[in-house]
């Protein structure tokens, strides 16, 4: 069974204060990786999707890497407007399309 | 701003009440997909679509759940009899065929009371 795990669960930041988040994944073969962002109360927004190991991708003041058995986001200095909850999906190889396989995110808290 | 759309936002029923929440894709997106997310917890997949064929289901979707798509563009999602385990938030999530980004709508808050 497809398996996500997100950690930490929740990170309490200070403005400017970079760290890493990280998603670690089973699949039977993956088809891509996503990161989605969550505010209280809103449906999940696009960041990244990576599709295969040593893959990175970067956004404003976020930057996303994968490798064969886990992803990070790392979040360089950060600022208020970044507090939200991250979420990390897989999806994995199929005939089909096979569905997101979700962790249960990280709660992201940046304080100014 | 053309994103996906649903609606009601927020809906508060009293259990054994049937509910239907109502889904509108990105244009020209053919597939859709409904998912289910409680307080602290990811999204979990409910049931996709691709036009109007509902082509998998997840083993949450209980007999009480039904989805239909029927010309391949907007979509319902309708509980029946409903219970207080069925609270929770509603997403609507879109793609193209040929593409792998899935964009979610804002989802539906269910409240059985």
């Known amino acids: 069974e497809d398996q996500v795990t997100q950690s930490p669960e929740a990170l309490r930041l200070q403005e400017g204060e970079s760290s890493s988040l990280n998603c670690s994944y089973t699949?039977?073969?993956?088809?891509?990786l996503f990161w989605y962002r969550q505010d209280p109360g809103k449906g999940p927004e696009f960041l990244f999707t990576?599709?295969?190991a040593g893959e990175e991708k970067e956004k404003e003041r976020l930057k996303a890497t994968l490798t064969k058995k886990e992803s990070f986001l790392h979040i360089t200095a950060p600022k208020p407007e970044d507090s939200a909850t991250y979420l990390c999906?897989?999806?994995?190889?199929?005939?089909?399309?096979?569905?997101?396989?979700f962790g249960k995110g990280t709660r992201l808290s940046v304080i100014a | 701003d053309t994103g996906v759309s649903q609606n009601p936002r927020h809906k508060i029923t009293k259990r054994g009440q049937n509910v239907t929440f109502r889904c509108d894709p990105i244009?020209?997106?053919?597939?859709l997909y409904w998912y289910r997310q409680t307080l602290g917890q990811g999204p979990e997949f409910l049931t996709y679509?691709?036009?109007?064929?509902?082509?998998?289901k997840s083993r949450l979707l209980s007999d009480r759940f039904s989805a239909e798509r029927p010309k391949g563009s907007f979509s319902t999602l309708e509980i029946q009899r409903t219970e207080q385990g069925d609270s929770a938030m509603y997403l609507c999530?879109?793609?193209?065929?040929?593409?792998?980004?899935?964009?979610f709508g804002e989802g539906s808050w269910l409240t059985v009371v």
């Open positions: 999906a897989v999806q994995a190889r199929g005939a089909g399309n096979t569905p997101l396989v």
């Open positions: 244009s020209e997106h053919n597939r």
């Open positions: 679509f691709q036009n109007e064929a509902q082509l998998e």
């Open positions: 990576l599709y295969s």
């Open positions: 999530a879109s793609s193209l065929k040929s593409g792998n980004t899935i964009y």
């Open positions: 699949v039977s073969g993956l088809r891509g």
